[in-house]
């Protein structure tokens, strides 16, 4: 079986570790790949340059998906730019627990999941932000999703199974 990496994007919190999967497809927006390797001062998006040695890997190692994309039955990526161009986030339709949406950094706290977000210090386009947010909001409400992990709420996290236990 195929390993897979889901690149949700590369900013440092998330692509610090690419390394560690040598023989594992990359799985990112091509719209976020094209972004943080085009050549602005010559090295790359400044944003994702800390982490370049990770995710800059030869793009056969790469499968590109443009938009909002079914990868599995009851796995699919929603492309909610605006924290980074290209930023995706997850829909997990587990048998048990139901869907479980993670939002990534498009939502990285749960007070801030509000169709007028504003955009914070580490997100690039309000606008886009904001479309998207209204995405998520919908998707939420229209795939009764069970459960919405937010990238960074620490509160959530005290909240949430790990290991062992687990959602199914």
Not at 6 to 29: E, M, R, T, W, Y
Not at 37 to 60: H, I, K, M, N
Not at 119 to 143: C, F, H, I, T
């Amino acid at each position: 079986m195929a390993c897979w990496l889901i690149c949700n994007h590369f900013d440092i919190d998330h692509s610090g570790h690419h390394g560690a999967f040598p023989g594992a497809k990359l799985v990112a927006q091509r719209k976020h790949y094209e972004v943080a390797s085009s050549e602005v001062a010559s090295s790359g998006y400044p944003r994702f340059l800390q982490t370049r040695p990770q995710w800059d890997q030869p793009t056969s190692r790469y499968w590109f998906v443009e938009g909002d994309t079914q990868l599995l039955p009851g796995l699919e990526l929603i492309e909610t730019s605006g924290h980074s161009p290209g930023h995706q986030s997850i829909l997990v339709r587990l048998p048990e627990t139901g869907p479980v949406l993670l939002t990534i950094d498009a939502v990285p706290l749960q007070r801030w999941f509000l169709p007028d977000r504003k955009a914070g210090p580490s997100d690039d386009n309000e606008e886009v932000l904001r479309a998207n947010m209204r995405k998520l909001l919908d998707l939420v409400q229209r795939e009764q999703v069970a459960l919405i992990i937010f990238g960074h709420d620490i509160e959530q996290w005290q909240t949430l199974k790990k290991a062992p236990d687990y959602y199914g």
